[in-house]
């Protein structure tokens, strides 16, 4: 039964496919179901910071079920996109279509494409693996399976980090030096690893080589089979999808920072260096990335067993909703600078009482 409310993750390609079915206005229907109707959801519906038991994890951790779900959206991403670049090419659709389904594809690159990856990346089989650097291709993204678990969830909330948000940055800013810097390091992280094997950096070795020339080869496969047109309109499609990403990243680590010690080393990743959210839609839609906390923490964790921690920062809605806030930098610096002092005042409380016990013994 636990398993089975994942289903409710479908709604997201359900309303991507209604959009791309409609005409006229309708096609907008996708990112005004995940940007209004959502974040409204999640106003009304207050989370749980319940856990499973010990018991419960055990069994639920090696459930078939929770792996399938995540399976099913890769054939799912697929079939949208297909569909869509097959709208496009067959005839003349309005402005205002071409834009509608290009946005509600974008949609489904970001919360699909490249979300399912996210947790797909992460397993240690093979053919998972494989399923996420596939759904990454769709989002034309693919440096993040480099970059992410190589780069990212090492250095976050770091200086270092180009996916940790700084105190004070904005949206927009974050946009050019995350996308810019996790193409880099994933060049770096990628010349580094050969440099140590005694490997050529520019080889079919080379990862990044081998995703960018599969990433070139599936544009140039779209562009043969559905035309010019249909190709820019992918393209534009997983831009959207790389926004949405770079706008969960953004939220994810905001004003975040680890603390540095004398020899240069950082402390280690604690659940209190990423934001959390136990919102329902967002945890659900988003295969709970929204307890975000306990995944950096601990990263090997599925996320149906993915927990809350009383000690994390918590947003004051979901996912949905605060990636709007953070389109309006004002009211994001008004709400997250108070949320990040009451979140720092307590650390500092929490590390000071600590220090106390030890000093006593």
Request: hydrophobic share 45%; net charge neutral.
């Amino acid at each position: 039964m636990r398993a089975a409310r994942y289903l409710a993750s479908f709604i997201v390609p359900a309303v991507v496919l209604v959009s791309l079915l409609l005409e006229g206005p309708g096609a907008f229907l996708a990112p005004v179901v995940l940007f209004v109707g959502f974040p409204l959801l999640e106003l009304v519906l207050s989370g749980t910071t319940q856990n499973l038991t010990t018991d419960e994890e055990r069994d639920e951790r090696g459930r078939r079920a929770y792996d399938l779900v995540l399976y099913a959206m890769v054939p799912t991403q697929f079939a949208l996109l297909a569909l869509y670049l097959t709208k496009i090419a067959a005839g003349a659709p309005t402005a205002v279509e071409a834009i509608g389904w290009t946005m509600s594809m974008g949609m489904a690159c970001g919360v699909l494409g490249i979300n399912v990856a996210h947790e797909l990346g992460h397993r240690r089989r093979r053919y998972e693996q494989r399923m996420a650097k596939a759904l990454l291709t769709t989002s034309l993204y693919a440096h993040f399976f480099i970059e992410h678990n190589r780069g990212h969830h090492a250095r976050v909330s770091t200086p270092d980090d180009p996916a940790s948000a700084r105190y004070g940055e904005t949206l927009y800013t974050f946009f050019v030096r995350s996308i810019v810097g996790a193409w880099l390091s994933a060049w770096e992280l990628e010349r580094d690893r050969l440099e140590r094997r005694g490997e050529r950096v520019y080889s079919w070795r080379n990862e990044m080589v081998r995703l960018q020339v599969a990433q070139v080869g599936f544009v140039a496969l779209i562009a043969v089979a559905f035309g010019p047109i249909a190709t820019v309109g992918f393209v534009a499609a997983a831009g959207i999808g790389a926004l949405l990403l770079e706008t969960v990243n953004y939220i994810e680590h905001y004003g975040l920072t680890r603390r540095r010690f004398d020899d240069g080393r950082y402390e280690r990743v604690l659940p209190i260096h990423s934001w959390n959210s136990n919102h329902p839609v967002g945890r659900i839609v988003l295969f709970e990335l929204t307890r975000h906390s306990d995944h950096h923490a601990n990263a090997r964790r599925r996320y149906q067993v993915l927990r809350h921690f009383d000690e994390s920062p918590q947003l004051p809605t979901g996912y949905p909703g605060m990636m709007v806030l953070a389109w309006f930098p004002p009211l994001w610096f008004g709400v997250m600078h108070r949320l990040i002092a009451h979140h720092e005042a307590e650390y500092v409380a929490a590390t000071d009482l600590r220090e106390g016990a030890l000093a006593a013994t």
